[in-house]
């Protein structure tokens, strides 16, 4: 399958990239949706589990030059203008495009989140928000559309047929999942709606908490809880992560 080429780029990371193909779709990397089975429970979804396997999807991915670095956490929250506990109750899908001011970027993933925990920011605690957050899953002819004319002409013509899906991320990021509780670094840019909250930082700015999925976890004792690190695949005690204090 031929390899796509980005040319957008994503409102809230100015940078160069360069695209490989990703493996082919499999079980491992399509979560699955799991309604709530409990009152007490949100009502989990994933729009990406309706992708079904026999679907055609593109992966892209690009390496990027940054202007931070996403292993350091403290480098992560100078990056962000808030830092939170979150449960994502939802992945609505993926998008390209700003609805504020009417242009594009690089596929990004929204959905909704509740915020558990405040560490750092005006961000409104026990409230449920939406997030974005850079990485998506849309079809062809969306991602098309974000497109300049040059660009959409010259991916045509490299296409005997093009795929219903294009899947595109950041190297060595991680995908967001339903059902979770994370360690997240947020920003609000002016632009974007009051309950729109941007997920920034790639791997280093969404750490997963080592609790039970598709449960809302107790917060109140945060000496109790570990987070993962994604660049040492090992998990770490949330109070010992540098900038929450």
Not at 58 to 75: A, H, M, N
């Amino acid at each position: 399958m031929k390899k796509l080429i980005i040319l957008c780029l994503f409102a809230l990371l100015t940078a160069c990239g360069k695209e490989t193909a990703l493996p082919e779709m499999n079980e491992s990397t399509i979560a699955q949706n799991t309604p709530c089975d409990t009152e007490d429970r949100p009502e989990y979804y994933d729009a990406y589990a309706e992708i079904g396997p026999e679907e055609d999807v593109q992966y892209s991915v690009s390496e990027f030059s940054r202007g931070f670095d996403p292993d350091d956490p403290l480098q992560v929250a100078q990056f962000s203008n808030a830092i939170a506990l979150v449960h994502v109750i939802s992945i609505d899908g993926g998008d390209n495009r700003i609805e504020t001011l009417g242009t594009y970027s690089l596929p990004y993933t929204k959905g909704k989140m509740e915020i558990l925990k405040v560490f750092h920011g005006e961000i409104p605690e026990g409230e449920t928000l939406e997030y974005r957050r850079m990485g998506g899953t849309l079809t062809f002819s969306q991602y098309l559309e974000g497109q300049p004319e040059a660009s959409r002409k010259k991916m045509l013509s490299l296409m005997k047929t093009p795929p219903a899906y294009v899947s595109w991320k950041s190297a060595g990021d991680i995908d967001i999942e339903a059902g979770k509780t994370y360690l997240a670094y947020l920003t609000h840019p002016d632009y974007t709606l009051e309950n729109v909250w941007y997920i920034v930082g790639e791997a280093g700015g969404l750490r997963e908490l080592d609790v039970e999925r598709y449960i809302v976890p107790d917060v109140s004792d945060l000496s109790a809880l570990r987070v993962r690190n994604n660049y040492t695949d090992s998990w770490e005690e949330l109070v010992s992560v540098p900038g929450l204090d």
